[in-house]
Every structure is written in structure tokens, then in C-alpha cells.
């Protein structure tokens, strides 16, 4: 006789605003902007980009984190129905009172005359009620980061950004707030809807799996040979929506419990493979600074709550912005199957272009990132065509520690410059020994040519890599020098 895990259920279950949603025939495809537009004649929620980009689609999803309500700002273009279980999808028709009165962002965009033609503005609105949430006096930075992720080619963003203002001072009884209002009430019915077994819809031909946990997601991938992991969709949501490419089957991770935790140490950071930028957003800043400051560059805040470090590494992607940095500061990568567990550097995970080191059933359980010595140097920096919501054209990491004047250790990588993420060993060779002078590093550069013959392509020619791969070495030393002061000046406009 089969045990009670051996079970699987069969249906999806979310909280929409606020009614409970059962889906029992959904397509592994869906995603949560034709379902709200299509199925439930949710307009207010608006197809711009399909692609993650415009915000024109954000809503908020609320997750448990423990025992903690969560609700973060989400592109709904990408993000499939199947990764909803047990969550709270609260879409912008949902914020106004039922007399009609408009909640205090709405009535801020409405007094500050924040929309113009008005397309994008429920997207505007949805993710400044995220920032709403979590922050009662936001600076203006919090506001302009809250909103990386929506476009608007009417207003400027001046008066979006006042709007935001005057609404976090404006803050009404709970009980007008929708949310505030339900929260206990919504996470007793959030945690009535974990899933104890996995949950598999076959729908046609096609097989959407959500796993109740790790051992459940070995168990999946074993039995389902090239299934399609997703965690955040930030990527494969695009094979889905521009490419049509199939996916099936699929599989959802990102409500497993234990790929969501952060654990620190004094020897370092372990992170789970389903936390997401947002998530390890303080961790990696207090122990990293400028492994912080890279994450702001990463897409916009939705994509930041969507897609995770895990993911990214997973994916195998030359451009991904997290490897070169994790290669930089030694991490390691552990694997899982049904097999049993192995760990490996990071650094040699990626084997080729779009090969890794995973074997078949292998997924990405956690990431280890040991702590920095005090002593040593450490940078990150990333080139794009914009300095907000823009994938790299490189992306480079230095780590240096010193003996007296000397180059003690060097570690660099860079993504964007080969088939991979991949050191500059020659680079290394070419400062392990010498003095830590603008003279070594000017000397050093010209080994940039031996570890790298970059592609041409629209993001960046080969000529541009090599000299702007070379550049930054000599911005990371002219910092360490104390430079730093007058290059900020042009952080992001490269």
C-alpha cells in the first residue's frame, strides 16, 4: 500500500483579492496576466512588454515566510498560474473601499496628476502599494528603486514620485486598508493551503508539478527525465511568452520551504536555491557591501522578488549577474537527486555554454558564500546599455588581498566575456607577486587578451569587452586607492 506521500493532490490554490481560487485544469504555461485578464476580467492589469520589463502587469503576491505575510510586487506577464499555490494575489481593482472611496496611492496619483494617458498607471500604483506595506517613510531613493521596474513615457516621474510622498504619511484605520484588514485572517487560510503531498495537473499532453518539498522535487525530477525547474520565471517566462518555446513538463519550486532559507555563520552565508535578489538583498549587503549594490542593478523590484540566486545559477547563463561575484569570493554550489548529495566550487559548475555540472535528477539545493577577511578588497561592477532594468554587456569582480604592498591572492571573473562565467587567470598571474601600484595593473592588463576573445554582438562589440573588462580592473584599484569619491560620479552610466 502506497503512504500517505506517496499521494499527490491535483488542483492549484490561491487567494485572488478575496476569494479562494481551485484550478484543477491549468495549463503549465498560464500565466497570471491572461488568467486575471482572460479568465476573470481583472483589466485593470495591463499587458505592455510580455516580457518583465514595463510593469504595466505588477501585481502583488503575498507569501508566507515563516510564519510572516509577505507581499511583494510581481510581473504577472511571467509569472505562471502553477507557481501560485498558497499565495495571495491582490491585483488593483482590490484597493479602493466598497463606497468607492480610493485608497490614499490612488487618491495621490489623482492629486498630484501622476497619470497621463493612464495605461501604465495601474502598474505604478500596485507597486507603490508594495512599498506602502513595507515602508512608512520611505527617502526618495527607497521610492525611485520601488518603481526600477515601471515605465511611463508620459509624466517624467516627478509627480509619481511626489505622489509616493504624500501617500506614505496617509494612513488610514485598518479596516480600510484591504489588506492590513485581512492579514491574520489571510494567513490562517494561507497556511491551510500548504501543500502536504506534491500536487501534479495533467493537462492534454502537458504535466504541471508542484512539489510539497525537496524530497518531493528529487522524487520529480527521477521520475520526469528533462523537466523544466522553475523558480522565479524571470528567464523562462520569456522562453514561454517571445520564444513559445515548450517547457514541459514543469515543475515549481518556488514555494518549497526549504530552498527559502538564509543561514549565517562565521564561517559565511548559506543560501538557499529558491531565496530570491530581494530576499538575500541584507544578508549579502552586510557581509558584501558592494555584492549589495550590484543587486540594485539587477532588473527592476519585481524581477528582484521574482527571480532567484539559485536560479540564475542553475540556468548557466555567460551573462548571469550573481556567478562572477559568488565565483570571486569562493563559493561552492551543493547539488541534490534522489541519489543522494554532492558539492562542488562554483567556478566549476559551468563547463561550457549551456552546459553545467548537474547531473540527470540533479537539481541546485544552496549556495555557499564564505565570509571576506576584513583585510581583503573586494568590488563588483556591471556594464549596460542603461543603468536601471538592463541585462549586462559585462560584468566584472576583483578580490585582492595584500602582503605589506604586495599582491597577495587575486581572484577576478567576469560574465558576458566568454561561453561561461570565467576567471582571468592570466590576469591573476600577472599580479600575484607585484606591488599593488597603477603600474602593475596597467602592466597587467595586457593578459586580458589571453583569457579572453569575447563575442561581438548588440549589447557590446569584442573591442569594447576586452577595453572596458581592462578599464575596470584600473577603476577597482584607483578605488582601493581611494578614488573612490570621484568615480562614483559615473556609477551606472556605463
Not at 488568467?35 to 492589469?45: K, V
Not at 501543500?195 to 501534479?200: A, L
Not at 522565479?232 to 511568452?241: A, I, M
Request: with cysteine.
Amino acid at each position: 500500500m502506497p503512504n500517505d506521500r506517496d499521494r499527490t493532490d491535483d488542483s492549484i490554490r490561491f487567494i485572488l483579492n478575496d476569494s479562494e481560487v481551485t484550478l484543477s485544469n491549468v495549463a503549465p504555461t498560464a500565466t497570471l496576466l491572461d488568467y486575471l485578464r482572460l479568465e476573470r476580467r481583472l483589466t485593470g492589469t495591463k499587458e505592455g512588454c510580455a516580457e518583465g520589463d514595463c510593469g504595466a502587469c505588477t501585481v502583488l503576491v503575498g507569501r508566507l515566510a515563516g510564519d510572516k505575510l509577505v507581499y511583494e510586487s510581481v510581473n504577472a506577464c511571467i509569472r505562471f498560474v502553477g507557481s501560485l499555490h498558497a499565495t495571495h494575489v491582490v491585483t488593483v481593482e482590490h484597493l479602493a473601499a466598497r463606497d468607492g472611496t480610493l485608497h490614499p496611492v490612488q487618491q495621490a496619483m489623482v492629486d498630484f496628476h501622476g497619470s497621463q494617458c493612464g495605461f501604465c498607471t495601474p502598474g505604478f500604483v500596485m507597486s507603490l502599494y508594495g512599498l506602502w506595506l513595507s515602508n512608512d517613510d520611505p527617502s526618495r531613493a527607497d521610492i525611485e528603486k520601488a518603481l526600477q521596474g515601471n515605465l511611463c513615457r508620459c509624466t517624467g516621474y516627478e509627480p509619481i514620485v511626489k505622489a509616493a510622498e504624500a501617500a506614505a504619511s496617509a494612513r488610514p484605520s485598518a479596516i480600510f486598508d484591504p489588506i492590513t484588514a485581512a492579514r491574520d485572517e489571510t494567513i490562517a487560510r494561507l497556511k491551510a493551503l500548504r501543500p502536504e503531498r506534491t500536487i501534479t495537473i495533467r493537462h492534454g499532453e502537458h504535466c504541471l508539478i508542484v512539489p510539497a518539498d525537496t524530497a518531493g522535487l528529487a522524487t520529480a525530477l527521477a521520475e520526469n527525465s528533462g523537466a523544466t525547474v522553475v523558480a522565479g520565471s524571470t528567464d523562462v517566462g520569456l522562453w514561454v511568452t517571445k520564444q513559445m518555446r515548450p517547457i514541459n513538463p514543469v515543475i515549481f519550486i518556488n514555494g518549497i520551504a526549504e530552498l527559502q532559507n538564509i543561514t549565517e555563520s562565521e564561517a559565511g552565508l548559506t543560501i538557499g536555491a529558491g531565496v530570491s535578489y530581494s530576499t538575500a538583498f541584507a544578508a549579502l549587503s552586510s557581509a558584501y557591501p558592494a555584492f549589495g549594490r550590484l543587486i540594485d542593478r539587477i532588473g527592476g523590484e519585481q524581477v528582484r522578488n521574482m527571480g532567484t540566486i539559485g536560479g540564475n545559477i542553475a540556468n548557466g547563463s555567460p551573462i548571469g549577474d550573481s556567478p562572477p561575484p559568488l565565483i570571486v569570493l569562493g563559493a561552492t554550489v551543493t547539488l541534490r537527486s534522489t541519489e543522494g548529495v554532492r558539492t562542488l566550487p562554483l567556478e566549476d559548475f559551468f563547463i561550457a555554454y549551456g552546459k553545467q555540472d548537474r547531473k540527470v535528477g540533479e537539481f541546485v539545493e544552496s549556495i555557499f558564500v564564505p565570509r571576506l577577511p576584513t583585510d581583503e578588497l573586494f568590488s563588483a561592477y556591471k556594464l549596460s546599455k542603461r543603468r536601471d532594468e538592463d541585462i549586462s554587456a559585462l560584468l566584472g569582480a576583483f578580490r585582492i588581498s595584500l602582503d605589506g604592498d604586495r599582491v597577495k591572492t587575486a581572484r577576478i571573473a567576469f560574465g558576458g566575456m566568454a561561453g561561461t562565467p570565467k576567471r582571468a587567470a592570466s590576469v591573476e598571474a600577472a599580479l600575484i607577486g607585484k606591488p599593488w601600484t597603477e603600474e602593475t595593473v596597467r602592466a597587467a592588463q595586457a593578459a586580458f587578451e589571453a583569457d579572453y576573445q569575447p563575442l561581438s554582438d548588440w549589447r557590446a562589440t569584442s573591442t569594447y569587452r576586452l577595453l572596458a573588462a581592462k578599464n575596470l580592473l584600473l577603476r577597482f584599484f584607483l578605488e582601493s586607492a581611494g578614488e573612490t569619491a570621484q568615480l562614483r560620479r559615473f556609477e551606472g552610466v556605463v
